[in-house]
């Protein structure tokens, strides 16, 4: 941290008045959504917001019967809240680094409890696991985004892309895999002798395996998910 007059901190770190994109970094920490409709985001990540906007949990059928017998089943997750009206929000979420995606026709998967906001043009849909479903805490609940729009998401500290090939799959620990393309389907396995090596838990032997073509995204820090917070 620096030395500063107060006037000298508030023009550092003052918001940007300008009128910016529908999704804007404030800073790398911090995403500023220019409202003028709805934006679904990660309940509980509201920080600050300006103008005339209202927030409301995402209802039982708000995604149909499907979605939510899928969130029945996980228990965990991130759950949602919705912000409609005019005005500017500020959202974060436990000062992770957050990434802003632009889809055109493309999809991605993200970790729920990496998902911090999309717009509602996007389609989404919840993925569950097929295997070792109560063995990992973090990588079980997915969320498939997909469509035209733009996504954010979050990471501890720099996230870091690794290229799936063909005849080169990309393994990766669970709790620090943040995000994949939409055309992979992972797949949890585990490593007798690896976790037999280190001497610890189980949660040190299950791992995800990506085959195929594309990409996953990983953080260099294991993140065990918590329950979203209430909203009364």
């Known amino acids: 941290m620096g030395k500063f007059t107060l006037d000298e901190f508030i023009e550092q770190t003052k918001q940007d008045e300008r009128e910016n994109e529908y999704f804007e970094l404030e800073t790398e920490r911090v995403l500023e959504v220019n409202l003028t409709d709805t934006v679904w985001a990660k309940m509980g990540s509201m920080i600050s917001y300006s103008g005339s906007i209202k927030f409301e949990r995402e209802r039982m059928l708000e995604h149909g019967v499907g979605q939510?017998?899928?969130?029945?089943?996980?228990?965990?997750?991130?759950?949602?809240?919705?912000?409609?009206g005019q005005g500017r929000l500020y959202l974060a979420d436990q000062g992770k680094k957050i990434?802003?995606?632009?889809?055109?026709?493309?999809?991605v998967t993200v970790n729920g409890n990496d998902l911090l906001a999309f717009e509602p043009t996007v389609s989404w849909d919840i993925r569950l696991m097929k295997r070792m479903a109560g063995m990992v805490a973090?990588?079980?609940?997915?969320?498939?985004l997909s469509g035209t729009g733009q996504v954010a998401i979050t990471s501890h500290y720099e996230p870091l892309?690794?290229?799936?090939?063909p005849g080169e799959p990309v393994?990766?620990?669970p709790n620090a895999t943040v995000a994949w393309s939409g055309n992979l389907t992972p797949e949890f396995r585990t490593d007798m002798s690896f976790r037999t090596f280190l001497g610890r838990g189980s949660g040190e032997s299950i791992q995800m395996e990506f085959k195929g073509e594309g990409f996953v995204i990983v953080q260099p820090f294991e993140e065990v998910v918590t329950p979203p917070p209430s909203m009364g």
Request: no cysteine; net charge neutral.
């Open 99 to 107: 990434t802003i995606f632009d889809l055109a026709g493309e999809s």
């Open 171 to 173: 393994i990766t620990d």
């Open 138 to 144: 973090g990588g079980l609940f997915n969320v498939h």
């Open 68 to 84: 939510m017998f899928k969130k029945a089943l996980t228990g965990e997750g991130a759950a949602l809240m919705k912000a409609s």
């Open 161 to 165: 892309t690794l290229l799936v090939k």
